[in-house]
């Protein structure tokens, strides 16, 4: 696969699409999806009102590794220099093993606000007593995910000050298996509140999932050797520890400084919402969750770090909320997104988070040394001249 991929960028648009046929083993008519996928009439069955489709431009990233196996990714964005920069990050870090990554268990969090309650404290104490009927309760709701594995794991409970008004708020664990699962969650609350009201004596308001997925994570780390970055770096004059202090001392200002802070996590999901988008996810509840983890301590931080290792390479790492499923959900309508999510050779839902993860933390790096060596707008504005046709 690497030979074949190997100045991927160079290759006309028929020539990449026979690279990722034999690469994919796709058939003439999934290759076909390349062309017209989605069609107003699949369109129709997702939304209201359709009137005809949107198009984005849908590229390859390659040289990724992760966890020692070769990872075709593919991203839907309209940004230049978003696929070419994380092209090229995978390629510095390959002679070190590329990006290790693990998943956490796929568990999502519902949501139940009960107002009215005149005893909030004896109300908790009722539920947590009862929780484990609760649970049951919620899995008499999806016997499929349950007999899948998955299912409602567990219940907390807590106060919360609305003004001057104490409410009680459920938080209920789902495992969701390969699913994003939204719907079944969402399901789950619903079923558990009628009894959450006779147990509390309060009414229950919202019964739906949270997108801060705290449980549901994913976390990626690499290695970029400074040899390998000096090399990368001709015509700076930076020695390759200095080009490792620059992204760590770029990534500290970032730490410290809200209003970097806001653009260094930008450059992450520039990655990991292109990701998301050519693969049917819900992109945007990746996105609120990302920068909801972001601030979880109260105040907003990045989410990748950076550090040197004994040998004074660079050693970056990110770690991820990563709500995705790769069965049911909108996947299930977009025939191309479906094949998006089997170019990535995953076979469950943690393995495509692990992969989104790395790609945010390969995004990150790459904008990190773009702004720490030549500047951010030099392969950028080149990329954006083409775009409009410019020669230069």
Request: with cysteine; hydrophobic share 45%.
């Amino acid at each position: 696969m690497t030979n074949a991929f190997e100045k991927f960028y160079k290759k006309s648009i028929s020539g990449r699409r026979a690279v990722i046929k034999k690469s994919a083993n796709l058939s003439p008519s999934e290759l076909k999806l390349f062309e017209n996928a989605l069609g107003s009439q699949n369109a129709d069955q997702i939304i209201e009102n359709v009137v005809g489709t949107y198009e984005l431009p849908l590229g390859i990233a390659t040289n990724f590794v992760v966890n020692g196996r070769q990872v075709v990714v593919p991203m839907a964005v309209e940004e230049p220099s978003v696929v070419a920069a994380a092209s090229n990050a995978a390629k510095l870090c390959k002679a070190t093993g590329g990006f290790k990554t693990k998943a956490s268990k796929p568990e999502m969090i519902g949501q139940i606000q009960l107002v009215k309650v005149k005893n909030p404290a004896s109300a908790l104490k009722k539920i947590i007593k009862e929780k484990k009927n609760l649970v049951k309760i919620a899995n008499s709701r999806d016997p499929l995910l349950v007999k899948y594995g998955g299912g409602a794991r567990d219940i907390e409970a807590k106060t919360i000050f609305a003004g001057r008004k104490k409410m009680v708020i459920i938080y209920l664990t789902v495992d969701v298996r390969d699913a994003m699962g939204a719907n079944a969650v969402n399901t789950m609350c619903e079923a558990i509140a009628p009894e959450l009201e006779r147990m509390s004596g309060g009414i229950a308001r919202l019964r739906i999932i949270s997108n801060l997925a705290v449980k549901r994570t994913a976390k990626a780390k690499a290695v970029w050797k400074k040899k390998d970055l000096e090399k990368s770096a001709k015509g700076t004059g930076m020695t390759g520890q200095e080009i490792v202090d620059a992204i760590i001392e770029s990534y500290e200002l970032a730490e410290n400084d809200i209003y970097r802070c806001a653009t260094h996590n930008k450059g992450i999901m520039n990655g990991v919402d292109a990701i998301a988008v050519a693969c049917g996810q819900d992109w945007r509840a990746i996105e609120a969750g990302a920068h909801a983890f972001a601030a979880k301590t109260g105040q907003y931080k990045s989410l990748t770090k950076y550090s040197k290792d004994k040998q004074g390479n660079l050693v970056g790492e990110i770690e991820i909320p990563v709500a995705v499923g790769i069965v049911g959900g909108a996947i299930k309508a977009q025939p191309l997104a479906q094949l998006c999510v089997k170019l990535t050779g995953v076979k469950t839902a943690q393995e495509l988070g692990e992969i989104i993860a790395a790609v945010g933390l390969a995004q990150n790096f790459a904008a990190l040394r773009a702004l720490s060596t030549e500047g951010i707008q030099r392969g950028h504005m080149r990329l954006h001249a083409r775009m409009q046709g410019e020669k230069k």
